[in-house]
């Protein structure tokens, strides 16, 4: 069953897009928009949860919610009861949940948060959820899913995948008796995850939960700073970045013959992966803050890397989904039926993963942007978005890098 981890294309060396002209591309990409904004953007335009047009909308009340349920269900039913080989369930959940929430969402919003089967708890906490615990929660799951998924020894087997059902099962129970729906908010990690994509979907919701349309950089200045937001964005990207490492031959080599083993030295990859993107990040929102002459000012751009991180897992996991998403149709409905690698073509594959790399910083460095003359004092604001720039390109080159050398 390894081959549901077997992320994108066999390899990037056939791609046909020469790597010179790809970072001359998203270099100049990143310049123009940074200039342009610079000599034309001097407000902010943006409004965040006060903007879009209200649609008129019906909550779908439990039905979505029960329906995901019974088909989770099926997926335990699989896991269970299934063969061990050529068994759908890993695929259900890492390329038709995990992946797949990321398109879903982005057309549609949070789906998550409407089809969620814990939301069938009844809201009635015993206690406020803790402001300071924020995010935290979420990045501690994703964190171990990621772990799971790219770390672990049998990432596909079925006691792999009970255990971490079990465990994130249990304690979104927990939270959400204790602290009501608030936890599902901050704490389900595949909540915040579909939630933090579906802020560039057209179709948003305010906090009071009103359907509206609006602009996807709207729905991305309406994400509202909290403790573990970078956290959390920071664990999206730099798994998706050890992921983009995790077959080079060094790493391979270096998994098999390092003294702490592939899943002592895995989990290192992982988490410095992990940090090494937070540090970047920090680093250069102080450099801003300094020059800006504003402190405390990374929680407020968290917001600004959400579309770098949809970008690297679009870029990352585009053809998984399109591959391996019709082996899990194929194997869950029981279909005789052949799996088409060839449904999309290289060229396509590398078209789309370079431009959502680069589509996904230039929507970063505009909503950097906005924030910036909305917070810096005036006469530096300018100054002030140089490390953001620089961020900005060190992601690029990062990015890109990793999509062509893997």
Known sequence: MTGVLAHGIGSRSDLPIPLFYAYAGAFAALVVSFLALGLLWADSRFSGDRAGRVLPWRPAGRTPRVITALMALYTLGWLVLGPAE????????YVVFWV?????SLLFGPVWRLVNPFRLLPDRPRRPLPGRLGYWPAAA????????????????????????????????????????????????PFEV??????????????????????????GLDAIVPAPGL?????????????????????????????????VGLGTVGLLTAIGGVALLYVA????????????GLAPRFAHSLVPIAIGYLVAHYFSLFVIEGQRAVVLALGLDAEVNA??????????????????GHVLGVVAAHDRSVRLLEPARAVAGQIPLFVLMVCYTIGGLTLLFAA
């Open 230 to 262: 970078v956290a959390t964005v920071c664990v999206l990207l730099g798994s998706t970045g050890y992921d983009g490492f995790a077959g080079a031959p060094f790493w391979v080599d270096a998994l098999q013959t390092g003294p702490l083993g592939r």
């Open 141 to 188: 799951g994703l964190t171990a899913f990621t772990w799971m998924e790219l770390v672990s020894p049998e990432p596909a087997a079925t006691a792999t995948l009970l255990v971490f059902l079990l465990l994130y099962g249990t304690a979104t129970v927990a939270g959400t008796l204790t602290y009501g729906h608030a936890w599902l908010d901050r704490g389900d």
């Open 86 to 93: 050529d068994n759908a369930a890993p695929y259900l959940i």
């Open 342 to 359: 060839d449904v999309v073509g290289a060229g396509t594959i590398a078209t789309v993963q370079v431009l959502a790399i680069v589509i």
């Open 193 to 218: 995850y579909s939630t933090l994509v579906g802020h560039l979907s057209p179709l948003g919701r305010r906090a009071d939960g009103t359907l509206v349309v609006r602009s996807p950089f709207n």
């Open 100 to 104: 797949g929430l990321v398109p879903a």
């Open 284 to 295: 250069c929102l102080g450099a801003a803050g300094l020059i800006g002459g504003t402190r």
